[in-house]
């Protein structure tokens, strides 16, 4: 079995470690990284072949970061968590998790990685 590949990027060590173990407790997900440099991030995408990447919001917003690896890697599931505050999002779609939990934060992942694709594409 293939295993979704995630890469976590920006977080304060401690959330890391927190997310990391929670990643790294589900036989069909692994940790393929951490990067803390935002520059760096866009190589380490590549060079891991991640298929999500986990990245901080300040506050609510959605950093630019987030345009630049959607328009080159367009099917890189981007999951934003807040280091304060209620709402996560998910890309490609936009999908806001509400009061982001271990369980919410996994299923959201699963979907946006293994959903069959649109038809739009």
Known sequence: MKK???LLANRPRML?????EIIEAQPDMEVVGEVLN????LVAVRATEADAVILALEGSEEPGLT???????????ILGL?????TAFVRP??????EPTGPKILEAL????????????
């Open 4 to 6: 979704i590949r995630i």
């Open 16 to 20: 890391r470690e927190v997310v990391r």
């Open 38 to 41: 935002p520059v760096d991030l």
């Open 67 to 77: 345009s630049h690896l959607s328009a080159e890697y367009p099917k890189l599931t």
């Open 82 to 86: 807040p280091a304060r505050g209620k």
């Open 93 to 98: 779609g936009r999908q806001e998790i509400v």
């Open 110 to 121: 699963r979907q946006a990685i293994l959903a069959p694709p649109s038809s739009e594409e």
